[in-house]
C-alpha cells in the first residue's frame, strides 16, 4: 500500500515556485537563523523586549491595549500552519513507522532527510513567530507567568538544536506540539470573539503534560539507545536496541528542556486549578455557614490553605 502524500506534492510546487528548489535539497546551514549565535541573540532580545515593553506599559501606558481582531488572525492563523505542518509530518513519518517500527523512526541514519530537515526549519522560523503571544500578553498588561517566558525563550533554543544536531526522534516531540497548538491556538481565537466560557480548557492543560510525557519516553529511549552504544558500549546494557543517530549535546539539551517542561506544567497545573477547587468550596462553606462566627472560622480554614473564598480570575495557559 502506497501512503498518499497529497500534501506534500503541494509542497514541491509551492517551494519551486517560491525558492526554485525542491524540499529534499534543503540544507539548514545554508539557511537564515542557522547559528547558535543567532539563536542565543535572538533569545536574549526577547527577553529584553519583554522586560522592557511590561516596564513601558507600566509608566506610559494607562489602560491595557487589546486588539481583538489582530488577536483572532495571529492564533488563528498558528492554528491552520500548525495542521497543515503537522499533516506534512505525518505524510511522511507514518509510512516509516508502519514499515520500519518505532526504534528505526526515532534512530535510524535513513530516518534523518533533507525533506524533513525542511520542515523541522519551518517549525524553527514559527517558533520566532510565536514570541508575539507574549507581546500580545505585555500590551494587556497581563500577568506573565516564569513558564510563558521560559517556554516561548526555551522551545526556539530546543527546535534550533534539533536541527543542528539532526536527531531522527525529533519528530515525536514536533509532532505531538503540532497537535496540541492547532488546538490550543483554535482556543485563544475563540476567547478573542466569545466571551463565553470554554468547559475544555483544563483539558487541554491536561494534554500539554501528557504531551511531555510521551516526548520523555521517545527521547530518553533515543539518548539512551545512544549513549549505550557509542559512549558507554559494554558498561550499560544496550538490549540489542542499536545505535542511534544525532549529535549529544540535542540529546542532552532535548532531555533538560523537555523535563523542565514538565515539571513546570504539572506545577502549573495544580497551582491553577487546585486554588479554583479551594476556592469553589470555600464559597459553598461560606454560603452554607450559619452565622458570623462560622463565617469567620471558614475564611481562618481558607487562609490557611491558600485559597480566596471569592472567584479567582482565570489564569492563562503557559504555552
Known sequence: MTWPTYANDLFDKAALAISGHLPDE?????????TRKEAAQWSLAYLAIVLGGQAFM??????????????????????????????????????????????????????????????????????YYELLDT??????KKKLEFLHVYHHAATMVLCYFE????????????????FVHVIMYYYYARTAVSSKPIWWKKYLTTLQITQFILDIFA???????????????GVIPNFGLGTCRGKPVAAWIGCVIITSYLGLFVQFFIKTYGDKRRAAKAKKELKDAGGVGEKEKVLKGVKREGASP?????RTMAD
Open 58 to 127: 507600566r509608566s506610559a501606558v494607562p489602560k491595557p491595549v487589546s486588539f481583538k481582531p489582530i488577536f483572532f488572525l495571529h492564533n488563528a492563523m498558528l492554528s491552520i500552519v500548525s495542521a497543515g505542518l503537522l499533516i506534512l509530518f505525518l505524510e511522511l513519518v507514518i509510512p516509516d513507522l508502519l514499515k520500519h517500527g518505532l526504534m528505526w523512526s526515532i534512530c535510524h541514519e535513513d530516518a534523518w532527510n533533507s525533506r524533513l530537515e525542511l520542515l523541522f526549519y519551518i517549525n524553527y522560523l514559527i517558533k
Open 26 to 34: 534543503f540544507v539548514f546551514e545554508k539557511a537564515p537563523l542557522s
Open 163 to 178: 536541527l543542528e544536531g539532526r536527531t531522527a526522534v525529533s519528530w515525536v516531540p514536533v509532532t505531538l506540539n503540532l
Open 310 to 314: 471569592v472567584r479567582r480570575k482565570n
Open 135 to 140: 507581546i500580545f500578553l505585555v500590551l494587556k
Open 219 to 233: 527521547i530518553y529511549l533515543a539518548t539512551y539507545t545512544y549513549v549505550s552504544s557509542a559512549m558507554l558500549p
